[in-house]
């Protein structure tokens, strides 16, 4: 029998996405890091980040969802998804 791979918890998964989209090292992304303050994320940033959790997840994200940090996207995510 295989072994299962170990599947990436929704926070790597979340980190993976946002590092990608503004090609930061995921090392860089604490769930506390401010996203405008320490990261420089514009408004885009925040869509195209949006916009692919949405896609990777399956998931509808309201515009009226505040997302300061990385954690408030790993949160919000998290509460979507039943995995």
Same mark, same amino acid.
């Given at each position: 029998?295989? +072994?299962?791979?170990?599947?990436?918890?929704?926070?790597?998964?979340?980190?993976?996405?946002?590092?990608?989209?503004?090609?930061?090292?995921?090392?860089?992304?604490? @769930?506390?890091?401010?996203?405008?303050?320490?990261?420089?994320?514009? @408004?885009?940033?925040?869509?195209?980040?949006?916009? *692919?959790?949405?896609?990777?997840?399956?998931?509808?994200?309201?515009? *009226?969802? +505040?997302?300061? &940090?990385?954690?408030?996207?790993?949160?919000?995510?998290?509460?979507? &998804?039943?995995?």
């Amino acid at each position: 029998m295989i +072994p299962a791979l170990p599947v990436p918890s929704i926070s790597q998964r979340v980190v993976k996405i946002i590092s990608k989209v503004k090609e930061i090292r995921p090392s860089r992304l604490r @769930t506390s890091s401010n996203l405008s303050k320490e990261l420089g994320f514009d @408004t885009v940033d925040v869509v195209d980040i949006i916009w *692919e959790l949405e896609k990777n997840f399956k998931i509808v994200i309201p515009d *009226e969802v +505040p997302f300061n &940090t990385v954690g408030d996207f790993v949160e919000y995510v998290s509460s979507q &998804t039943k995995n």
